[in-house]
């Protein structure tokens, strides 16, 4: 499956952003779909995660709350909803898929578990 990640920006601290990951090819349906972030000299941070099926979500501590992971099977499309934005969420973002799993936490988190990754899109939050 071929992921193409949008709507990174420069937003203000408080502010809201929404990034969208369109997918192609074989059936999205059947992928687990996670969100990372990586920060430059940093290894990627897990974000989100929403299984195949789309009941099972998954957030870093440091997003609950603020951040909900969305998917929508029929237009193959997934979506990461960002708010409150704060400046240490500066990173540029990336979505993921993997083959369907039983959910756990760990498979989900885990960036070395998914084999499918998106250009990444850059998200720039100011103080």
């Known amino acids: 499956v071929q992921l193409v990640e949008s709507g990174g920006g420069l937003v203000q601290a408080g502010g809201s952003l929404r990034l969208s990951c369109a997918a192609s090819?074989?059936?999205?349906?059947?992928?687990?779909m996670g969100w990372f972030r990586q920060a430059p000299g940093k290894e990627p941070e897990f974000v989100g995660a929403?299984?195949?099926?789309?009941?099972?979500?998954y957030y870093a501590d440091s997003v609950e709350g603020r951040f909900s992971v969305s998917r929508d099977n029929a237009n193959n499309m997934g979506h990461l909803q960002m708010n409150s934005l704060k400046p240490e969420d500066t990173a540029v973002y990336y979505c993921?898929?993997?083959?369907?799993?039983?959910?756990?936490?760990?498979?989900?988190?885990?960036?070395?578990?998914?084999?499918?990754w998106g250009q990444g899109t850059q998200v720039t939050v100011s103080s």
């Open positions: 993921a898929a993997k083959w369907g799993a039983s959910p756990s936490y760990y498979t989900y988190s885990n960036h070395r578990a998914y084999d499918n």
């Open positions: 090819g074989r059936a999205f349906s059947s992928y687990d």
């Open positions: 929403m299984g195949w099926r789309g009941g099972t979500t």
